[in-house]
C-alpha cells in the first residue's frame, strides 16, 4: 500500500522534468493565493505565466504575497471581466498553451471559454477532472463531473468520458480503466444512469468511444475494490481496479470527491477539459502543493497536445 498523500503528486510534477515551461495565461491574479499558485508553478519550471490583471490590484497582491513579478510578462486589464476576455485571447492569438484561473468567479472565466465567436469552444463538451491523492492508493484516482455539468446527457457523458480518457493518457496509462457509476450494478428501468452506463459502454464497442476500457453500471464499491467485485461475481479488467470513476451527476460526483477530501484525507487537483487548451481552476483553500498539481496535469496535457499538432493560432 502507499504512504501519504503527496507522493504521487510529487511523481506527477517531476513527470514533467526537462520539459520546457507551458506558456500560460494566468486571468486576475489579484489576491495573494492565486498569485503565489501562478508564481510556484513557475518556479517549479511547470509554466510560463503571462499575468492579465489591472495593474494596481496585481502589485497590491504581489505586495501582500511578498513576490517579486519582474521576471513576468503582464497585460494590462481593466477588471476581472476584461482579464477573462484577454487570457482568451492570448490562447487564440497561439501566445499561450493553457489558461488558469486567478480570483475572478469560476463562471466568469468559463463564460468567455466557450463564447462561440471568439471563446476557445471545440466539437467536445467542457468537463471537470479531479485528480484525488488518496491515503494508501497507489495511483492517482480521476473523478468526474464533479464541476462543470449537473445533470449530463447521454452524450455530454460520452464526452466527459472521452475527455477523462484522454487526460489519463496524458498521465501514462494507456488503456485506462473507466468505471461508469450508478448505485447498483445491474440495468435497473427505474435508475436511468444504469441504462445510460449500459450505453456508454455499447458506444465503446461501437468506436464512439476510444481508447479506454469502460464498465457500467458500476456501484462504487466494486469499482474500486476488487474483494467487493468478486464477491458480486463482476469479472473484466476494470471492476474493482478502475483507474477513472464518472458519477452520475454533477451532485454524486462532488459528493464523492468531498468525502474523499474531508472523511479519507484525500487531496484533488484539478483540470478542466474539452476546450482548445487545458484550463487550471484553482480554489483559495487549495494548498500550494494541490496548485502545482493542478498546473502539472494541465501541462503534460499541454505537451501532449503540442507532440500530436501545434496550437493553432
Excluded: W
Excluded at 480521476?142 to 484522454?166: G, R, Y
Excluded at 444504469?194 to 468506436?207: H, N, Q, V
Excluded at 478502475?242 to 459528493?255: K, S, T, W
Amino acid at each position: 500500500m502507499h504512504g501519504a498523500t503527496g507522493d504521487k503528486y510529487a511523481r506527477l510534477i517531476a513527470a514533467l522534468g526537462g520539459a520546457p515551461a507551458v506558456p500560460t495565461a494566468v486571468a486576475h491574479p489579484c489576491d495573494a493565493p492565486s498569485l503565489t499558485g501562478a508564481v510556484e508553478a513557475a518556479r517549479a519550471g511547470l509554466i510560463r505565466p503571462i499575468l492579465v490583471a489591472p495593474r494596481a490590484r496585481l502589485e497590491a497582491a504581489a505586495g501582500e504575497a511578498g513576490l517579486d513579478l519582474a521576471p513576468f510578462e503582464r497585460v494590462e486589464s481593466a477588471h476581472s471581466h476584461d482579464s477573462a476576455e484577454k487570457a482568451v485571447a492570448l490562447v487564440r492569438e497561439g501566445r499561450a498553451e493553457m489558461l488558469m484561473k486567478g480570483s475572478l468567479h469560476t463562471d466568469e472565466l468559463l463564460a468567455e471559454v466557450v463564447k462561440r465567436e471568439t471563446g476557445l469552444r471545440t466539437a467536445r463538451r467542457l468537463s471537470h477532472c479531479f485528480l484525488m491523492d488518496v491515503p494508501h492508493r497507489a495511483q492517482l484516482l480521476i473523478i468526474t463531473d464533479a464541476a462543470i455539468n449537473i445533470f449530463p446527457t447521454l452524450e455530454e457523458k460520452a464526452d466527459i468520458v472521452q475527455n477523462a480518457i484522454e487526460l489519463a493518457q496524458a498521465l501514462g496509462i494507456a488503456e485506462p480503466r473507466v468505471a461508469i457509476l450508478s448505485a447498483m450494478e445491474t440495468v435497473n428501468p427505474k435508475l436511468p444512469s444504469t441504462i445510460e452506463a449500459a450505453a456508454l459502454c455499447k458506444m465503446l464497442d461501437r468506436g464512439q468511444i476510444r481508447g479506454g476500457l469502460l464498465d457500467g453500471p458500476l456501484a462504487l464499491d466494486n469499482a474500486i475494490d476488487p474483494e467487493a467485485a468478486r464477491i458480486k461475481g463482476i469479472g473484466g479488467p476494470v471492476a474493482g481496479r478502475a483507474d477513472i470513476l464518472v458519477a452520475p451527476d454533477l451532485e454524486a460526483g462532488n459528493m464523492l470527491a468531498k468525502s474523499l477530501t474531508f472523511l479519507a484525507g484525500a487531496e484533488a487537483a484539478g483540470v478542466v477539459l474539452g476546450a482548445r487548451v487545458p484550463i487550471v481552476l484553482t480554489s483559495r483553500a487549495d494548498s500550494v502543493r494541490t496548485r502545482l498539481a493542478s498546473a502539472a496535469v494541465a501541462a503534460l496535457v499541454a505537451q501532449r497536445r503540442r507532440q500530436a499538432a501545434p496550437v493553432a493560432g
